[in-house]
């Protein structure tokens, strides 16, 4: 079931776990991520980026949310990811389709990210909706939001306590070290700032949130590398590291890459099996059941498990 409520992340807060918002733009992903949070009873974040909703709409992507998730017990929350654009935040506050969004306004300084944050705050509270926001610069490219490296810049924990105290948002996106996309950190797997993240979880009582946190698992890397794919470059966060910064505050983990790589990985290997196949539902089904795999095994990682 839909819900509107920010609670959960709350518990999780509580308990000392994380949420997966997890990113949909098609159908098969969609039915892939519900699939594994009903079997793993784990509560869900389904989120649409600004990219998904150029390539499916956000009437087709909020109808499909919204018919899968009134079949199922666990609860889901649709949530806009990374929403840098004002319009389109509050498009989708009003659309009456998502249940929380996010708006990154992160490139602004920091008094005009306050502004812009504690406006959409206060139009989506109205509406019970609730707010991710961003404070500090998650370096790399995820569809439209594309950071250099250069431009990135860490979150400063007291900043971060004025921040969510002057905008009143319902959680927080840090940059401590993670990167967006699959070919994040060359040369080895991440190292995050967890000093850091414990002094900004010091200053803010609300649930922090980690982007670009993607495992890029080597077993996922081999599929897709023995049909051609060259990853040897793309590195993600470990499950140690993950778990320590879980362990430090951090309540919702979104992952994207991991899943694209999943997909990409199922269908490769059915249609190199069965190239003389013609039936889009039977590479689509086989990617589908790669990326809930992949969605399950995150799912243990998060500790979200039995916390629906
Ligand atoms: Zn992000």
Redesign the pocket.
């Known amino acids: 079931m839909l819900t509107n409520s920010s609670a959960f992340l709350k518990k999780a807060d509580k308990g000392n776990y994380a949420i997966g918002g997890f990113n949909v733009n098609n159908m098969e992903l969609l039915q892939a991520i519900v699939e594994a949070g009903v079997e793993k009873k784990s509560p869900l974040i389904i989120q649409t980026s600004q990219g998904a909703i150029k390539y499916a709409g956000i009437e087709m992507l909020g109808a499909m949310v919204h018919s899968i998730a009134k079949d199922v017990k666990i609860p889901i929350a649709f949530h806009l990811?990374?929403g840098t654009d004002v319009d389109l935040v509050k498009e989708a506050i009003n659309s009456g389709l998502y249940t929380s969004v996010m708006i990154d306004a992160s490139s602004k300084p920091f008094d005009e990210n306050v502004r812009i944050t504690r406006s959409i705050v206060k139009a989506a509270h109205k509406k019970g909706i609730w707010v991710e926001a961003e404070l500090g610069s998650?370096p790399g490219k995820?569809d439209d939001?594309d950071v250099l490296d250069k431009d990135a810049f860490f979150t400063d924990p007291e900043e971060a306590g004025a921040f969510v105290e002057l905008t009143e948002c319902d959680a927080l996106?840090v940059s401590i070290g993670t990167k967006?996309g699959v070919f994040k950190y060359s040369g080895g797997r991440a190292k995050l700032d967890v000093k850091r993240l414990i002094e900004i979880k010091k200053y803010t009582q609300v649930p922090l949130v980690l982007?670009?946190a993607s495992e890029i698992p080597t077993e996922l890397k081999k599929v897709v590398e023995q049909y051609g794919a060259d990853l040897s470059d793309a590195f993600g966060v470990s499950a140690r590291v993950l778990k320590k910064s879980i362990a430090n505050g951090v309540n919702k983990v979104?992952t994207?890459s991991d899943l694209r790589i999943a997909f990409t990985g199922g269908v490769d290997r059915f249609m190199t099996k069965n190239p003389n196949n013609m039936d889009p539902r039977k590479y689509l089904a086989a990617g589908r059941e790669a990326t809930k795999k992949a969605v399950m095994r995150r799912i243990d990682q998060l500790g979200s498990t039995n916390k629906a």
């Open positions: 990811d990374h998650i995820e939001v996106a967006h982007h670009g979104n994207d």
